[in-house]
């Protein structure tokens, strides 16, 4: 079946801008996770949702970050006023049920100038 | 979480088996160990995970110790598509989340 798919897989942008990064997880998964991976780093957890409400958003670096889940399956994460410290690969990961195994997406490159 | 310790990066020769030590020694009673490898641009992808006891899948062996503080990923003939960072994480329940932490894991290369 298929897996998570983000896009964009690749977003750059200006420093103050705004942007969106969209997470599909696999079909029927309640859990939906987001991560953010530097260069030469492994991922860290930014977000947790277990249906439609973030159970944990302990990651977030800050309030410019912010991510729905409106109707408990498509994920957005969104980023306002965006700096360059903001350049990362964002991971979005799906388990069928929250604590069982995780599988994640491609990511999304984001770049900001 | 407990956290985990891995070599930064070792090398395999092609064929032979590629053994990835994983220490955990805060581990706790409820807690998993799950093993993730990541090829370069990709996300991570899911290997094999075990709580005590040593666990076989097609892609990997994992190897338990009996007082569970560290833990071994067995790829029994490693290929050169096996060249990857390989990420060991021990996950549990804290306040209600799920979330993996990770380390910088082992960068594992196979040689020809």
């Known amino acids: 079946g298929a897996g998570v798919s983000q896009t964009p897989s690749n977003k750059v942008t200006e420093k103050g801008k705004y942007v969106e990064l969209r997470c599909d997880p696999i079909?029927?998964?309640?859990?939906l996770y987001w991560y953010r991976q530097s260069l030469g780093q492994g991922p860290e957890f930014l977000i947790y949702?277990?249906?439609?409400?973030?159970?944990?958003d302990s990651g977030l670096p800050n309030d410019r970050f912010f991510a729905v889940r409106p109707e408990g399956s498509v994920s957005t994460l969104k980023i306002q006023r965006t700096e360059r410290g903001d350049s990362a690969v964002y991971l979005c990961?799906?388990?069928?049920?929250?604590?069982?195994?995780?599988?994640f997406g491609p990511g999304t490159r984001l770049l900001v100038l | 979480d407990a956290k985990t310790t891995q070599p930064p990066s070792m090398d395999c020769a092609e064929g032979r088996a590629a053994n990835l030590p994983c220490n955990h020694s805060?581990?706790?009673?409820?807690?998993?160990v799950y093993w993730y490898r990541q090829i370069h641009s990709q996300g991570p992808q899911y290997i094999i995970h075990?709580?005590?006891n040593n666990e076989t899948n097609e892609m990997a062996s994992l190897i338990i110790t009996e007082d569970r503080k560290s833990s071994t990923l067995i790829l029994p003939h490693a290929t050169l598509r096996d060249t990857a960072v390989y990420y060991c994480?021990?996950?549990?329940?804290?306040?209600?989340?799920?979330?993996?932490?990770f380390g910088t894991g082992t960068r594992l290369k196979v040689l020809a």
């Open positions: 990961a799906s388990s069928s049920v929250g604590g069982e195994t995780q599988y």
């Open positions: 075990g709580l005590k």
């Open positions: 994480i021990v996950r549990g329940v804290s306040s209600g989340t799920y979330k993996y932490i």
């Open positions: 949702f277990q249906g439609t409400g973030a159970a944990d």
């Open positions: 805060t581990i706790s009673g409820n807690e998993y």
């Open positions: 079909s029927g998964h309640t859990a």
